[in-house]
């Protein structure tokens, strides 16, 4: 019988879902959402195609330890929804800061989702930070809007490279102040 690791961190509580730490039985979700390459090419680091083995090493890298990146699942199964309706992340950098990052089903999209997920993650603020930085890519306003929403200000104009677009795209970058 095969252990699975349990994980040190906070399940924060949203009213049409839960955000909890990932584990190995969202590999198969998670697998079909990222391997579509609508979601791939509005992350900078999922890639597309979905090679073998990628969902399950972003799973183990989520469990570890040492981690410098928390993620959280969006699981509605208590309200009678999916396990798995998305995923959100904190990146943690220096001096108490964060950069959040984050994806929906595309099944999800436009359903305020996101929206609910960031605002109750920095509401949370789980690593006690004291700014969340976030970045998005320019052709994706409707997660600048995620981001005004949960009360992030614009800070400017930059690019990140998209695994999925083998490419540099430009970017909106915002900030919050805990």
Known sequence: MKQEAIIAQAV???PRFVLRPVRGSDAGLMKMYTSDKRVAEMTTTIPHPLPPGAT???IAGAQAGDRSEHVWVMDASNAGG???LGVISLRQMDRGQSEIGYWIAPGMWNTGLASEAVKALVEGNPLENSTIFGSVFQDNPASARVLTNAGFDYLG???????????KVATWTYLKRL
């Open 12 to 14: 924060i509580d949203t």
């Open 56 to 58: 399950e090493m972003f």
């Open 82 to 84: 999916s396990e798995l």
């Open 157 to 167: 104009d930059a690019e990140a490279f998209s695994v999925a677009r083998n490419a």
